[in-house]
């Protein structure tokens, strides 16, 4: 086992019928894609990829909470792009001082009620377990989104999210060392613990997911679970 061959993400196939449920390709609302056209390229991407659904999440935050907008380009996107992958609309939250409006405005879930939220990175977001607690509370299922990448967290403190429900949704790239070797390390943890729910791109630059990607080599096991979540649609 220690010497396995492994296998490039890319030529398994197993992007084939999946369903993208973190990516910031709508364009023109955020850190992600600016313009249509890449957009669209996006798209025409995935499609040669085999991608059959995917929910763009734009960032709603303190700095990004121009719903008309959102709800314009996704309106623009739909009815230029004329292919085959199933476009639907919903957000990433940041659990910051203003998701307390967002709640009462009304949030865009990942199906009937889950919830795709973040926290910053470095340091834990004020209220982050009691807002989780309250999202819950109110019916909505909270989707952690990139746990692996939160360094504030320890390996007990995923246990605790987990054992409330909450789903995780991996970034594929954090497999590929993008974003560090320590959240590589986490992801691959996660993922061989069968503690990931979703799976999503989180792309904001096409041509660096494209760099990225082919980075990505898992052993069998690594690869069977990473089919698991692909297959399993909430």
Do not use: W
């Amino acid at each position: 086992m220690l010497f396995e061959k492994k296998k490039r993400l890319i030529d398994s196939g197993c992007f084939n019928g999946i369903t993208d449920y973190h990516c910031h390709i709508l364009f023109g609302v955020d850190d992600g894609i600016n313009e249509l056209s890449e957009s669209l390229s996006a798209l025409s991407y995935y499609e040669s990829l085999g991608v059959k659904r995917v929910f763009l999440t734009p960032h709603i935050n303190l700095t990004y909470n121009n719903i008309s907008l959102i709800e314009r380009n996704f309106d623009i996107l739909e009815n230029r792009y004329n292919g085959d992958i199933e476009l639907h609309l919903a957000a990433e939250y940041l659990l910051d001082s203003g998701f307390e409006k967002q709640i009462k405005q009304g949030l865009k879930c990942i199906k009937d009620n889950m919830v795709l939220v973040e926290s910053s990175y470095l340091h834990k977001s004020a209220n982050f377990d009691e807002t989780l607690f309250q999202i819950a509370n109110e019916g909505f299922s909270p989707i952690i989104a990139h746990p692996e990448r939160y360094l504030f967290m320890d390996i007990n403190k995923y246990h605790e999210l987990k054992n409330c429900d909450y789903l995780f949704q991996l970034n594929l790239l954090s497999l590929s060392g993008m974003y560090g070797i320590q959240v590589k390390r986490r992801a691959q943890y996660l993922l061989e613990n069968n503690m990931y729910d979703l799976i999503g791109s989180d792309m904001h630059n096409l041509e660096l997911f494209k760099d990225h990607i082919r980075e990505i080599k898992l052993s069998k096991m690594k690869h069977r679970s990473l089919m698991l979540i692909f297959n399993q649609l909430c």
